[in-house]
Nanobody, 124 residues
Framework: VQLQASGGGSVHAGGFLTLSCTTT????????TGWFRQAPGKQREAVSC????????DYADSVKGRFAISRDIEKNTVYLEMNSLKPEDTAVYYC??????????????????WGQGTLVTISS
């Protein structure tokens, strides 16, 4: 199983970016896929996730209303559309996936397969 994250870049505050997470050796018909980020000097935090069985999505409070997660099963890709970007969104963004389902929000589930990060830099 491999995950490939892409789409990072540098934009001004208020701008937008769309990140892509493409999987190989694994179908998005199964499991859960999430986006996480880690800013310099800070702990990694969950940003958004989507469950394959029912399509339920969840978002961190800090990005609700600005970010949207979606998936294209045929392309085996999960997207993170990020709008109204703020300097505090600056971080390395990672996608991750897992086959195990737990209770509660998928933001707090365990993810065992991770892609490499893609850097998002937002200037004020």
């Amino acid at each position: 199983v491999q995950l490939q994250a892409s789409g990072g870049g540098s934009v001004h505050a208020g701008g937008f970016l769309t990140l892509s997470c493409t999987t190989t050796g694994f179908s998005l018909d199964y499991g859960v896929t999430g986006w996480f980020r880690q800013a310099p000097g800070k702990q990694r935090e969950a940003v958004s996730c989507i469950r394959s069985n029912d399509g339920v999505r969840d978002y961190a409070d800090s990005v609700k209303g600005r970010f949207a997660i979606s998936r294209d099963i045929e392309k085996n890709t999960v997207y993170l559309e990020m709008n109204s970007l703020k300097p505090e969104d600056t971080a390395v963004y990672y996608c991750a996936t897992d086959l195990t389902f737990y209770s509660g929000s998928c933001l707090f589930w365990e993810y065992h397969t991770w892609g490499q990060g893609t850097l998002v830099t937002i200037s004020s």
